[in-house]
């Protein structure tokens, strides 16, 4: 039996984006399922990759010379090691599961409370979103900037691939992504998750990184920094290609500024959801569709080193298999 997913060019987000002639995408049940799967894997290798380098470099690049470990087992071996480097996967799996379970009309409040209660690791606006809602602030004013300081932080950005893997070959809707993302972010932060579940369900039919960040980008309001942010990458890269060092010092001198991280606004740390979003776009460009150079590129570029290779090998994997 072969699966006919439509793909619907609209946009997350309704806000000016005119909608694309609908065209079908052909997938048996094991294309998809493989897909899917890739999607998956690709992000737990990305994470665990990243995690001897995570916010180790915040204000360079690592260095060629510098090798970045990998083993047999490693994934386990971090696993056992720290836990709450993989809530790039753990925040995933508690939204996957309330849709599972409640249906994918589940409200918000249902939503928000899994997650707000679950029993794990969070930080920055996860934690920051998981506390006003145990006190009565439910969302989305549970992820807005009036009562979350870290709202523009990456946090959905690195938990929101579940929503394009969940419908592939389908941009994701407003509703999916706004009932999860508005409970920990708002602003740019929400344009982070959002821009990442379109990578992934872009990635179901496009196969050129520029095709994928092009239609990823799309959906995301051209006014906002954070479009600016990715488009200035992709406009660097068509006319410099060849060294991601050279837009990496770009990114530096125009975006490297986080002001709304209450840890990183007086330090070089820089957990803000564009600059961290422009380095998986990076990566992907000048990885050239290589899944090892790409995860490699996301590493090296440092900041959250873990959760950007964890993006970028989500999005590269389930496009070859």
Not at 35 to 58: C, L, N, S, Y
Not at 246 to 262: A, H
Not at 278 to 304: E, H, P, W
């Amino acid at each position: 039996m072969r699966k006919i997913i439509t793909i619907c060019i609209i946009g997350l987000f309704a806000l000016n984006v005119q909608a694309q002639p609908v065209k079908t995408l052909k997938l048996s049940d094991k294309e998809l399922l493989d897909k899917i799967k890739g999607g998956w894997a690709g992000q737990t290798i990305g994470v665990v990759f990243g995690a001897p380098t995570e916010f180790k470099f915040t204000g360079t690049y690592i260095q060629d010379y510098q090798p970045i470990p990998w083993a047999e087992g490693y994934v386990k071996y971090w696993w056992e090691k720290k836990p709450g480097l993989f809530d790039d996967i753990y925040n995933d799996c508690t939204f996957v599961e309330a849709f599972d379970e409640l249906g994918l009309d589940c409200s918000q409040e249902e939503l928000a409370k899994r997650f707000a209660f679950a029993d794990y690791h969070l930080a920055h606006a996860n934690q920051a979103g998981r506390y006003n809602i145990r006190q009565g602030i439910m969302p989305p004013a549970s992820g807005h900037w009036l009562n979350n300081p870290h709202a523009d932080d990456l946090d959905f950005q690195i938990e929101a691939d579940f929503i394009g893997l969940m419908a592939p070959a389908m941009l994701p809707e407003l509703d999916i992504a706004s009932r999860v993302g508005h409970i920990m972010n708002s602003g740019d932060g929400f344009y982070g998750g959002a821009f990442v579940a379109a990578l992934y369900s872009s990635a179901f039919y496009e196969k050129s990184p520029e095709a994928i960040l092009k239609t990823a980008i799309s959906v995301i309001p051209e006014e906002s920094t954070f479009h600016q942010c990715i488009q200035d990458v992709i406009n660097f890269h068509s006319l410099h290609p060849d060294n991601w060092k050279d837009c990496w010092y770009f990114l530096q001198e125009k975006w490297n500024c986080d002001v709304g991280c209450p840890k990183g606004v007086f330090l070089n740390f820089n957990i803000d959801a564009k600059l961290n979003s422009a380095f998986v776009a990076l990566a992907m460009l000048y990885g050239k569709g290589d899944f090892t150079n790409s995860v490699d590129i996301a590493t090296r570029c440092g900041q959250d080193s873990d959760c950007n290779p964890s993006t970028v090998g989500g999005t590269r994997r389930h496009v070859w298999v």
